[in-house]
């Protein structure tokens, strides 16, 4: 059964940083492509950055140079490092599993506001 459980979310003011987490379980994590996209508040759901088995990664264009995604196999875990956060950037936040089905998380909120 895949699960995947998104942490490290919380309030932070422009300008700010946070660490996501997204703890997998139930399939092969290091075979698969993953995502992280987001949800603002009466927005659909936006790819903010995608990384492959083989580390490749991509960025939306508005994350880009403010986001860093990564993975370590070895903990079944996606991060997503994020760096001068703006206000815009008030989400909530799902790590995705790239395997056709769109199976997600329940995942983390982002509020970047002073």
């Known amino acids: 059964q895949v699960q995947l459980v998104e942490s490290g979310g919380g309030l932070v003011q422009p300008g700010g940083s946070l660490r996501l987490s997204c703890e997998a379980s139930?399939?092969?994590?290091?075979?698969?492509?993953m995502t992280w996209v987001r949800q603002a508040p009466g927005k659909g759901l936006e790819q903010v950055s995608y990384?492959?088995?083989?580390?490749?990664?991509s960025y939306a264009d508005s994350v880009k140079g403010r986001f860093t995604i990564s993975r370590d196999n070895a903990k079944n875990t996606l991060y997503l490092q994020m760096h001068s956060l703006k206000p815009e950037d008030t989400a909530v936040y799902y790590c995705e599993l790239r395997d056709g089905l769109g199976r997600r998380g329940q995942g983390t909120q982002v509020t970047v506001s002073s």
């Open positions: 139930g399939f092969i994590f290091s075979t698969y492509p």
């Open positions: 990384i492959n088995s083989g580390g490749h990664t």
